[in-house]
């Protein structure tokens, strides 16, 4: 039988690979899409009309009950939130709500259709779910590599969100005995990448000023260390961890760390520009708490799951910067903006 994915976060990077996953393995796919009127569609534009969208809001429970109601999904995958971390402290409260207290409208959505309509599903009635959980939970890490079993200690408020989420889902799975897991995931980053987080600023900063649209690169702790990975890779685990016979929630990342420091260089090296030439610290772009170190301990993802990345840090960088080079080259350079303003 044709099975049924419910998307939340359609429109953001991880919501178009994963949604071209699920696609290619035969599903039905569905994305909740936010502010129809005015909707940020440009990532899955090329999935329609596979792809289909329902309305809905994470900070709207009726919205959330229709949605549910009116796909009857199979598997459902949370992956809206505001993600920004350095944003979470602009807007602590709507972070809250959106990334928190969304999950649990969303679990409430689930198990209210459930129990209506239980006999339409396959296994009892009972939609999977997976909660899109994060390693900045794990904050001011209290071991290193981090694990299921590592402690958690936010330091922003997009961490503590992230962290009630990852706790309701594990309430309501023990509570209610739904299928409902939460993947643990590390840095996972893309062509796709929005531009306000670091890869993704550094990769297109380094293809603007090769080709003269850009001069320099304000950054802040260029010291910060993560576990970077390819997004493509990482929505796979996603799928593999609804399709177990126990919901048990994984941590997902390469192991492998690097610096800002080391995605500059690597990303300039890649345009054949030496990164200090250009690169600008600004204190104002410090957090007010850092996460100085992440690393994954995913060993449970690779033995569970026989999930696997397959794109290094120096390949991702790469991809990044080659696909930012053509999008950049497609940009007014700065003088031919000046010629259209008359100036
Ligand atoms: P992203 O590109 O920032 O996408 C976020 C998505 O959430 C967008 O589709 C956005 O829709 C949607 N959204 C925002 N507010 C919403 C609301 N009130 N109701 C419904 N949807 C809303 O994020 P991503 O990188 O794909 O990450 C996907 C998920 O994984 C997020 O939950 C993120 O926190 C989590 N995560 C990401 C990483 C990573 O490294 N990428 C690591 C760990 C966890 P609009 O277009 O309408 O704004
Ligand atoms: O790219 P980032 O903004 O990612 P961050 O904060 O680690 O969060 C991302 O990964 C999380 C998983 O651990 C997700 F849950 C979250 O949704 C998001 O996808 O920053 C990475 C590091 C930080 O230490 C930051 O201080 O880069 C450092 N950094 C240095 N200069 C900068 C900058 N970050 C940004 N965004 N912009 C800078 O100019």
Known sequence: MTKRALITGITGQDGSYLAEHLLSRGYRVWGLLRGRANPRTSRVAHLVPDLSFVDGDLTDQASLLAAVDAVQPD??????????????????????????????????????????????????????????????????????????????HPRSPYGVAKTYGHHITRTYRESFGMYAVSGVLFNHESPRRGAEFVTRKISLAAARIKLGRQKRLDLGNLDAVRDWGFAGDYVRAMHLML?????????????????????????????????????????????????????????????????????DFPALMRMMVHSDLERASREPAYGDLLQVAGR
């Open 243 to 311: 399709q177990q016979e126990e919901p048990t929630d994984h941590v997902v990342g390469t192991g492998r760390l690097h610096s800002v420091r080391d995605a500059v260089r690597c990303a300039f090296a890649c345009v054949g520009l030496d990164w200090t030439d250009h690169v600008v610290v600004d204190p104002a772009l410090v957090r007010p708490a850092e996460v100085e170190v992440l690393c994954a301990d995913s060993r449970r993802a690779r033995a569970g799951l026989g999930w696997e990345p397959t794109v």
């Open 75 to 152: 598997e459902v995958y949370n992956l809206g939130a505001l993600s920004s971390v350095p944003g979470s402290w602009q807007q602590p409260e709507l972070v809250t709500d959106v990334n928190g207290t969304g999950v649990l409208r969303l679990l409430e959505a689930i198990r209210m259709v459930s129990d209506l309509s239980g006999s339409r599903h396959a296994d009892g009635g009972r939609i999977r779910f997976y909660q899109a959980s994060s390693s900045e939970m794990f904050g001011k890490a209290t071991e290193t590599p981090q694990s299921e079993t590592t402690g958690f």
